[in-house]
């Protein structure tokens, strides 16, 4: 791999505020930030002196910082955007999401996921945990592994007769199996970027045995385990009637707590549940579009960064948002919790935090900062293309990045130094809109059949 060099960039280190580097320089080696700043600069001379290879990147008037992460998004879904507005989360779940995704092959699974990953990067997004669908993940793999994004998924695991429709539902031991079988196949895979996790969908889809079991692997073999949690009052009320427990608390109960564990919402939670979340190390993943759009609530985000739980970003399902864009999901965790408890609520920094450092140790990637011996997951921002100029008003680039600015004043996006994502440039991972609308198409015809 030919060394990149990245100079003359501000610099966006995100390991402390004030870790900002104007004219700044990064060098990356076989995928990993080798030296910053002037060492990057003798390296990079030291290896043109040599007659060796140097890939030069003079991002003059660029911002560089770390890709983002986002911890909560359905690929799956990404097919299935634009469809009913104005539901609640169950109504909508049954009969728009579940019955779309019960109607994927492994041909409309591979071009849903295409399209999400295509504009996860061209969003300046590095990194994704993802919860995937019942059947033909393989599909999700192949085509993450052809997007060069980081991505850990898995099989939505959901087997309860009673809560699922059939044609959304596999056994328990069935559901567990097919796990491992993706891990065999897809675990460490395309130099350890794609990776498997146990993702029961939520306590309501699941039976007592198959999170009991999920749990259990997940800790025996080291994985993370993805599901929602107390996303709506609804649910809530439904696993308290099912196990005589609020929701965060009887997943404790199941084993589905600790660092290795992302709850995506987790927005009706009491004070016990709080508690448990902060003693365990468990992640919150916020979802403020989401939650909006489905009238699910406003997670207490500032309250539980305060009792030491880590909250991370993501954009959910395209259906629900109807966008992938950590850009509107910043603006929105940061702008959110202002109307509750005032400006100072939650600063520019924190959000881009969550969305970079925060997200990256929560998936445990070798991610999240721009500092030496991390992966080189890159984002080239320009300031100057669209509207989010002066920019100059103050020192540090934390606001504009949250308030002003959106994808598209992304130039580039870098996964291990890899270049996945030009502005401006060909991008054959995102589908044709014929390619869309054939798949939409099918996803359409057999809806109708399952339904007779
Ligand atoms: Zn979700």
Known sequence: MIPLFVENALVVGMTKVSDVTAGGHVLVEDGVITALHGDAERRAREIAAAGQPLERLDARGLWLLPGFV?????????????????????????????????????????????????????????AILDM???????????????????????????DDPATNPENLRVGTAESLEEVERLAKKWHGTADGKLRVAYCPRFAV?????????????????????????????????????????????????????????????????????RALLAARGTTVAHCPSSNLKLASGICPVPEYRAQGIRVTIGADGAPCNDRLD??????????????????????????????????????????????????????????????????TWRDDPYGPIVYSMDRSHVVATFVDGISRYRRGASFPLKPSSAEIGAAVAALKRRRLEQKR
Not at 146 to 157: D, F, I, K, P
Not at 357 to 369: C, D, F, I, K, Q
């Open 70 to 126: 986002q911890t909560h998004i359905h690929l799956c879904q990404a097919l299935l955007r634009n469809g009913p507005d104005d539901l609640p989360l169950l109504p909508w779940l049954r009969t728009h999401v579940w019955p779309g995704e019960a109607a994927h092959d492994e041909a409309t699974l591979e071009i849903s996921a295409r399209l999400g990953l295509a504009e996860l990067l061209a969003g300046g997004t590095t």
């Open 132 to 158: 995937g669908t019942v059947r033909h993940t393989d599909a999700v793999f192949r085509a993450a592994e052809a997007s060069g994004l980081r991505v850990t998924s898995g099989n939505a695991l959901m």
């Open 205 to 273: 889809s699941c039976t007592d045995r198959l999170l009991r079991g999920a749990a259990a692997r997940a800790r025996a073999n080291g994985f993370l385990v993805h599901t929602h949690a107390s996303e709506n009052a609804d649910e809530v009320a439904l696993v308290m009637q099912r196990t005589g427990k609020r929701n965060v608390a009887y997943l404790d109960d199941v084993g589905i707590s600790g660092s290795h564990v992302v709850l995506a919402h987790v927005i009706h939670t009491d004070g016990a549940e």
């Open 326 to 391: 950590a850009f509107t999901e910043m603006r929105l965790a940061a702008l959110l919790p202002k109307v509750r408890l005032g400006p100072g609520a939650l600063s520019a920094w924190d959000v881009v935090r969550m969305a970079t450092a925060e997200g990256a140790s929560a998936l445990r990637l070798p991610t999240g900062t721009l500092e030496t011996g991390r992966r080189a997951d890159l984002l080239l921002l320009d300031p100057g293309s669209g509207f989010a100029e002066p920019t």
